[in-house]
């Protein structure tokens, strides 16, 4: 059992250039989230989907896009890399929204340099 | 504009002994608390939650407390075992969760 699987764990981008961050998770679990976490803060949220075909802005949703085509995969477009989003990416999945019981399953994270 | 602030970077203690970690929240709204634990390269994962209508949740070595009136809660780990080293996030939950910027534990053997 997988759970949430990110790929790459390493990047390093050069100012301008684009890419994608993946996730897919294999849990069917309807709620997704990107978070991304900066030296010293705490996760703040990116984008996130509850369901297939339906996503939403978070905290931080500025030079970021995503879509969410089917319920396993859920990827982070970064368009035009600026330093400042250099940070560590996280996925996340749960069955429903915020569970008090239950959290969510993180994937182990993308590090992302941005130069 | 950080909701949940967790004010200390680090702590130190013996094995064997208690840790305390603690966490403040501004939003008197939020519904339940949780804290995770993550580990170098991994991601954080679910340690325990508490409602905001308890004030004490308790799960082996590990309580949370809650005092909802200082809007405080902290995360007790009692025996402390080296196992233990890792960075502690608090996070507070409305319509998404808020996470706090974590506490590094080293508990030292």
């Known amino acids: 059992n997988a759970g949430v699987t990110q790929t790459p764990k390493f990047r390093i981008l050069k100012i301008g250039q684009s890419m994608t961050l993946q996730c897919t998770q294999d849990?069917?679990?309807?709620?997704m989230y990107w978070y991304r976490q900066d030296p010293g803060m705490g996760l703040k949220l990116i984008y996130y989907?509850?369901?297939?075909?339906?996503?939403d802005k978070g905290e931080v949703p500025n030079g970021y896009n995503v879509s969410r085509s089917t319920t396993e995969d859920f990827p982070l477009r970064l368009e035009l890399a600026a330093p400042s989003q250099t940070s560590v990416y996280f996925c996340?999945?749960?069955?429903?929204?915020?569970?008090?019981?239950?959290?969510?399953?993180f994937g182990s994270g993308t590090r992302l340099t941005v130069v | 504009d950080q909701q949940v602030k967790q004010n200390s970077p680090s702590l130190s203690v013996q094995e064997g002994r208690i840790s305390i970690l603690n966490c403040d929240y501004t939003?008197?709204?939020?519904?339940?608390f949780l804290w995770y634990k993550k580990y170098p390269a991994e991601g954080p994962t679910f340690l325990i939650s508490?409602?905001?209508?308890?004030d004490k949740n308790e799960d082996g070595r590990f309580t949370v407390f809650l005092n909802k009136s200082a809007k405080h809660l902290s995360l007790h780990i009692v025996p402390s075992q080296p196992g233990d080293s890792a960075v502690y996030f608090c996070?507070?939950?409305?319509?998404?969760?808020?996470f706090g910027t974590g506490t590094s534990l080293t508990v030292i053997p």
């Open positions: 508490i409602s905001s209508i308890k």
């Open positions: 996340a999945s749960s069955p429903t929204g915020p569970v008090f019981n239950y959290g969510y399953t």
């Open positions: 939003n008197s709204m939020f519904d339940y």
């Open positions: 996070a507070a939950s409305g319509n998404q969760f808020y």
């Open positions: 989907s509850v369901g297939a075909g339906i996503t």
């Open positions: 849990m069917n679990h309807n709620y």
